[in-house]
């Protein structure tokens, strides 16, 4: 273990704020979730007992008859901005009289910086040009994202949970969403960070930045691994295995929906329906190559002079 | 000669004071205001009047007028849910994240100052910030956590409206609104990041545009790119660097980008976002809880 390669690494000033992020976003899902506990709680109570249904002010804080529903913003919201935005200046304050920002060399086009890394935020997205063609990576994937991010209120047709934490009456949203944030996207940025050293090879944590480390690893594309030859071939297998691959996941989807969630498919349009499978079935897509490029040292699924997938 | 600093001013032959009621302080005590008179003058006069619409003892009216004449504060309504006010709720995560902003907007334009957009200038001045310029350093660097901090809160601003459902009708477009800003928060801080033109800044920069040139159809190693014409020279990567490379011209690109125009790209997308927290019935919640059982459809 160097601990003196962990230190440069979380010292480093600029990786400074993926620390916070390490703490930040941990603390935040077990907030939401203690809140969604706090609701799922009192949801279960109220659809055991039709009485406190006609009752019950339906929020578990407190409430008594005659307090007014709503209070004056003035104190009682401002007075709260107010303490945010002097707390908020403080710690930026003391933050950067703690740690200076990282001004490096002059600007060198000669001299590689090894490794090469975008800004921190977009480590997520150059960590996946290690599993797929630059265009999709660069392109295409964050395209999607935000694509997928948009649509998302016109594919959630539940109208359960609306406005108020909960995980019993969403859980396959929340469960989607967090784990595209949680791991495709944060969890990325950190291996992007901290595990990828020069060369943009895969160093644990704590093992030495080795700048002369070769990677000795040999990657597959799969029809290699299925020996199949030719050009035609090569295409029409990759295109299969894609396409296949795509069809089995939709298709288990699909079967674990109709099974499960038959409400959702009920309640959903075609094109709603069929929207969120594909942005699932790309989501996979993204998990399965990775799991294949890490635990199997396979690169591309399809192969073709134009492009790789 | 009557300047010498021996000389002793004469005496004054009453002292004024409490003791003697003709004095010059008693006089002048008399004929003073109380406090609250004062005060009730000065909110007579044209210039309060003018400027202050509404009284300012404590009734509820006034509480709502408080919020309501101020152009800064009327974003607010006058009265909200009364759980909405709990850290629990929103964690504030917007609000900071606007704050923020607002922070980077002032501590970058003390910076604008102090900056050239050229090559061999622009590190130059990064150096006088953090050397000579009196709490440049101190500047910079609030200028650069206060962005990062800026993309984290968005991206937790994000994940508590996704958390409590506050996209769900009628909030869809604000979510949209949202994402947008999501991505320009982004844009802003990556184009900050070449400015200071040092090497942490240029491969950043490097590695980020390489992408644009494999975009499909329009980059020169996107696929169909090449066989569509486009060399290094004419393709969308060009056009965001102004050449082929990383260079003057990028980093002038990249200044503009960042000072001028997604800033006023942001800002609007701001109010709208404001104006639709506004007109989508204020905030979202903590809303009473629905139960399966009495959905209908
Ligand atoms: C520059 C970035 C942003 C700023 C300054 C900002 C600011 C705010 C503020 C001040 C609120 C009021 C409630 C709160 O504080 O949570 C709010 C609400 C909201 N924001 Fe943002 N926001 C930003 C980005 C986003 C993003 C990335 C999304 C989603 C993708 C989003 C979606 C929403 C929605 C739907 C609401 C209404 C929530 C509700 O009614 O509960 N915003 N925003």
Redesign the interface.
């Given at each position: 273990m160097d601990w003196h390669q962990v230190w440069e690494l979380v010292s480093l000033p600029?990786n400074v704020?993926i620390v916070?992020?390490l703490l930040?976003?941990p603390f935040?899902?077990w907030?939401?979730f203690r809140?969604?506990g706090r609701?799922d709680r009192?949801?279960a109570e109220?659809?055991r007992d039709p009485d406190m249904?006609k009752t019950h002010?339906?929020?578990p804080?407190p409430?008594k008859p005659g307090?007014?529903?709503?209070?004056?913003?003035?104190?009682?919201?401002?007075k709260?901005?107010f303490l945010?935005?002097i707390i908020?200046?403080v710690v930026?304050?003391v933050?950067?009289?703690c740690?200076?920002?990282?001004?490096?060399?002059?600007?060198?086009?000669s001299?590689?910086?090894n490794p090469?890394?975008?800004?921190?935020?977009?480590l997520g997205?150059?960590e996946l040009?290690v599993y797929f063609?630059?265009?999709i990576?660069?392109?295409?994937l964050p395209s999607i994202i935000?694509m997928g991010?948009?649509a998302?209120?016109?594919i959630?047709v539940?109208?359960?949970?609306?406005?108020?934490?909960?995980w019993k009456?969403?859980k396959f949203a929340?469960a989607t969403?967090l784990f595209g944030?949680l791991v495709l996207w944060v969890l990325l940025v950190i291996i992007g960070t901290f595990i990828r050293g020069p060369g943009w090879l895969w160093f644990n944590l704590g093992e030495t930045w080795d700048h002369h480390r070769v990677d000795h690893q040999v990657n597959y594309d799969l029809h290699e691994l299925f020996g199949v030859t030719g050009a035609w071939q090569v295409i029409a297998f990759g295109a299969a295995f894609v396409g296949g691959f795509c069809a089995i996941v939709g298709g288990i989807t699909h079967l674990w929906v109709v099974k499960c969630m038959p409400l959702m498919r009920k309640?959903m349009s075609l094109v709603q329906y069929a929207t969120m499978l594909q942005l699932w079935v790309l989501m996979m897509l993204v998990v399965a190559k990775i799991i294949a490029r890490l635990g199997f040292t396979v690169k591309n699924f399809l192969v073709t002079p134009?492009?790789n997938i | 000669m009557s300047h010498g600093h021996d000389e002793v001013p004469p005496e004054p032959e009453t002292p004024a004071g409490e003791g003697n009621p003709g004095g010059l302080f008693t006089k002048l005590r008399a004929k003073a205001k109380s406090p609250a008179q004062l005060q009730a003058e000065l909110k007579n006069t044209q210039v309060w009047k003018s400027i202050f619409r509404h009284k300012l003892d404590d009734s509820?009216r006034n509480?709502?007028l408080?919020?309501l004449s101020s152009v800064f504060?009327h974003l607010?309504?006058?009265?909200?849910?009364?759980?909405?006010?709990?850290?629990?709720?929103t964690?504030?995560m917007g609000?900071?994240t606007f704050?923020?902003f607002v922070?980077l907007t002032l501590t970058g334009t003390l910076l604008m100052f102090y900056f050239h957009p050229s090559k061999g200038e622009a590190?130059r001045d990064?150096?006088f910030l953090?050397h000579d310029v009196p709490f440049g350093?101190?500047l910079?660097?609030?200028?650069?956590?206060?962005a990062?901090?800026m993309?984290?809160t968005t991206?937790?601003h994000?994940?508590?409206v996704?958390?409590?459902?506050?996209?769900?009708?009628p909030?869809?477009f604000n979510?949209?609104i949202g994402?947008l800003l999501?991505?320009f928060t982004?844009l802003l801080?990556?184009t900050g990041?070449l400015l200071?033109?040092?090497?942490?800044?240029?491969?950043?920069v490097?590695?980020?545009t390489?992408?644009?040139?494999?975009?499909?159809v329009m980059?020169h190693?996107?696929?169909?790119g090449p066989e569509l014409g486009f060399t290094a020279f004419n393709d969308v990567r060009f056009a965001l660097l102004g050449g082929s490379?990383?260079?003057a011209n990028a980093l002038l690109r990249a200044y503009i980008w960042h000072c001028i125009a997604i800033p006023i790209i942001a800002s609007v997308l701001l109010i709208v976002h404001f104006w639709r927290i506004r007109k989508d019935g204020a905030i979202?919640?903590?809303?009473?809880?629905?139960?399966?059982?009495e959905?209908t459809?």
């Open positions: 600029d704020p916070l992020l930040m976003v935040y899902t907030l939401a809140e969604a609701n009192l949801i109220l659809e249904r002010h339906r929020v804080y409430w307090w007014p529903k709503t209070v004056h913003v003035w104190p009682h919201l401002l709260r901005e945010a935005a908020v200046t930026m304050i933050w950067s009289i740690l200076d920002a990282p001004l490096e060399e002059p600007a060198n086009p001299l590689t910086m090469s890394k975008a800004p921190w935020y977009f997205l150059q040009l063609d630059p265009w990576a660069g392109v295409v935000l991010l948009m998302i209120p016109y959630d539940n109208p359960l949970g609306n406005g108020y934490y909960t009456q969403r929340i969403f944030f309640r134009w492009f | 509820a509480r709502s408080a919020v504060l607010h309504p006058a009265r909200v849910n009364r759980d909405a006010v709990r850290y629990n709720f964690w504030g609000g900071i704050y923020l922070l590190y990064i150096m953090q350093n101190l910079r660097n609030m200028h650069r956590w206060c990062h901090a993309v984290i991206w937790l994000m994940m508590r996704f958390m409590s459902g506050s996209y769900k009708p909030r869809e979510w949209n994402v999501l991505l982004m801080s990556f990041y200071p033109d040092d090497q942490l800044g240029f491969w950043a490097t590695v980020g390489n992408m644009a040139r494999a975009t499909p980059g190693e996107g696929p169909f490379v990383v260079d979202s919640g903590p809303a009473p809880v629905m139960l399966a059982s959905i459809d």
